[in-house]
């Protein structure tokens, strides 16, 4: 659709060039008969009597700018020039250098002297100079409207398919879930050891952690004021006693709480979604950092890595649905943090600062609460 827009435009465009140079060429054919009209008015004398045609001629031009001048630019006439420019010789000079610009002058040959007509370009051709910036600015505004309009359309299909996809994990989760629920009371009662009891009753918790962070992003989640420094560290910490003792864990935070209007357990999933994404970047083995810093009116929250790090031109692409550089991932990861954070959270996340083979540091900012 937008090709063929495009091709009628250049056809348009080319068309009116065309039209454009025929009028030009048109006009000043019309100025050297006009020329020729003046050299016979001035040649004739008294006892001429047929003299209507060239008389018509020179009336009839009343929209084209003519100065006649001498061979060495002495002005001799003015036609359909502002009597506010006619009237101040500053004016007129630059009047005349402004024609000369726009068309090569006509030579007249008075006797043994030669003269010069300057002219300009008339109205019409004047907004038909103009006409093909007008058009190519529509079609400009035009082409941004549809792009706007199909990105739109895009974002909105993509958000429904998020919160069905969403509601439809909660519930598929939520189903076997409860049964399990019942299962540890029954193994409870039937006395089975408590430490077994007690494993799969984190795990069974988990699952409910799970379930119930799917069923947020189904919907608009409820936000509160939360300090996100204490929430951050029990992520950073649940996961650094459950990760290779080859990767070494540093949060830094203020001592002081720093509150944000947050969903706990969506910004949970943040954190571990940046969190996991880092370990498998550096395949077990490495540095993973955690700073938060306290701003005047926002928190900054830095995730880094000494992982194998990101090519800059794929920055953007990382978090869209889908894209993935592991053999089995499904590419939700990041593009999940992203709609957590910009939103349902009102911040903005990216990837601040990646160097090849050295390692990745991811941004997010919040305002404060």
């Not at 031009?61 to 500053?90: A, F, G, R, Y």
């Not at 869209?320 to 550089?325: K, M, N, Q, S």
């Not at 050295?358 to 305002?367: A, D, E, L, P, V």
Request: aromatic content about 10%.
């Amino acid at each position: 659709m937008i090709t063929a827009a495009f091709i009628t435009l250049l056809l348009i465009l080319w068309n009116t060039y065309s039209f454009f140079q025929n009028y030009k060429d048109e006009e000043r054919i019309k100025m050297k008969i006009w020329a020729e009209a003046s050299n016979t008015l001035n040649d004739a004398t008294l006892m001429d009597t047929n003299l209507e045609l060239p008389l018509l001629i020179l009336t009839n031009n009343t929209t084209i700018p003519i100065i006649q001048t001498t061979d060495n630019d002495s002005i001799l006439s003015m036609v359909n020039i502002d009597e506010k420019i006619v009237n101040d010789p500053k004016k007129i000079n630059l009047f005349l250098k402004k024609l000369k610009s726009q068309n090569n002058p006509i030579e007249v040959s008075v006797g043994k002297h030669k003269q010069y007509l300057y002219y300009g370009n008339s109205s019409l051709l004047v907004k038909l100079k103009y006409y093909p910036i007008a058009l190519i600015v529509i079609f400009l505004f035009f082409t941004i409207l549809i792009f706007n309009f199909y990105r739109s359309n895009k974002m909105a299909t993509q958000n429904r398919l998020w919160t069905g996809m969403a509601k439809e994990t909660a519930h598929q989760i939520g189903t076997p879930l409860s049964s399990l629920l019942g299962w540890i009371e029954i193994m409870k009662l039937e006395n089975v050891s408590p430490a077994i009891t007690e494993e799969i009753e984190k795990d069974v918790n988990r699952l409910e952690v799970i379930a119930n962070r799917f069923s947020k992003i189904g919907s608009k989640p409820q936000l509160s004021p939360t300090d996100i420094i204490a929430e951050t560290q029990k992520v950073f910490e649940y996961l650094q006693y459950r990760t290779s003792k080859q990767i070494s864990f540093q949060f830094k935070a203020p001592e002081h709480p720093i509150l944000v209007m947050l969903n706990d357990e969506l910004h949970s999933w943040t954190i571990e979604n940046l969190i996991k994404n880092a370990i498998d970047a550096m395949k077990g083995k490495g540095n993973i950092d955690i700073l938060i810093q306290d701003g005047d009116k926002h928190v900054h929250l830095y995730v880094s890595d000494t992982g194998g790090g990101i090519p800059r031109n794929m920055f953007t692409k990382i978090f869209e649905p889908g894209y993935t550089t592991k053999k089995r991932g499904w590419g939700l990861g990041l593009s999940l943090t992203k709609r957590i954070v910009e939103d349902f959270q009102n911040g903005k996340v990216k990837v601040l600062h990646s160097e090849m083979g050295k390692g990745t540091t991811f941004y997010i900012i919040y305002k404060k609460a």
